[in-house]
């Protein structure tokens, strides 16, 4: 009969961060424990877009991590985020990144100001999902952090819709925060904390 043997044990850095997105490594990167560094998608020679075509949050961060583990032959993880408003009807959601038909971050928050102008309901969350691809298994784990949207940006901190989302408990926008502030109580500070309880219970010297 063969021995019973340890899960594989490893180290974070044999990890990829599967986005090309900076501020992303940058939240990710302040969260991790000191010592880690994350390797990201130039550090495997990906440079190209990765795909984001399922039509759901879920179903883009699992894309995007397969498309880096089958391509690549390497561990990683994924994230995909969505706004979800709720007077919108959860919009824009999987289309947060173009929601005005373009990824300037100033023009999608122009239009979200606008489609909420008279609206007395801005309750909102971010939802982020993170998809990990560890030896031949998919886990998924999800943040999310509920707010609302302001009426008029303020702050130059953070990126994307950063200047118009305020978290509940708070009077400011992530925008008017340092990073080191916004990354832990964020959709994406949560849904890193799941995945790294996650490593360190199964995977992690
Ligand atoms: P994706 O996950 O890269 O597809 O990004 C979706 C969209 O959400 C982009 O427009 C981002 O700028 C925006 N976004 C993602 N995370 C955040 C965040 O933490 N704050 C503000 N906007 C974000």
């Known amino acids: 009969m063969g021995a019973i ?8 850095s044999d990890l990829i961060f599967a986005t090309a997105n900076e501020n992303k490594v940058k939240e990710v990167q302040l969260m991790m424990p000191s010592g880690f560094a994350i390797k990201g998608l130039r550090d495997i020679g990906c440079l190209e877009e990765l795909p984001e075509t399922t039509g759901t949050i879920e179903g883009n961060s699992r ?3 397969m498309y880096v583990h089958e391509k690549y032959g390497v561990d990683c ?15 824009p959601g999987v289309d947060t990144a173009h929601y005005s038909g373009s990824r300037d971050p100033e023009a999608n928050i122009r239009l979200l100001l606008m ?17 990990l691809i560890i030896g031949k298994n998919v886990h998924q ?4 952090v509920t707010g609302k949207i302001a009426e008029i940006p ?3 901190m953070g ?4 200047p118009v989302f305020i978290p509940d408990g708070y009077s400011t926008t992530f925008a008017e925060m340092k990073t080191e502030e916004k990354a832990p109580i ?20």
Not at 141 to 144: C, Q
Not at 186 to 205: D, E
């Open 63 to 65: 894309q995007k991590a």
């Open 154 to 156: 303020t702050g130059n």
């Open 141 to 144: 784990f999800t943040g999310i």
């Open 5 to 12: 043997t340890d899960p594989v044990r490893i180290e974070m």
């Open 115 to 131: 489609n909420l102008r008279n609206e007395g309901n801005r309750a909102a969350q971010f939802k982020t999902v993170f998809t």
């Open 186 to 205: 964020s959709h994406r500070g949560k849904a890193f904390a799941a995945m790294t309880a996650f490593l360190t219970q199964n995977f992690w010297k």
């Open 159 to 162: 990126f994307g819709y950063d």
């Open 77 to 91: 993880f994924s994230e995909d985020t969505g706004l979800e408003v709720a007077a919108l009807d959860g919009e």
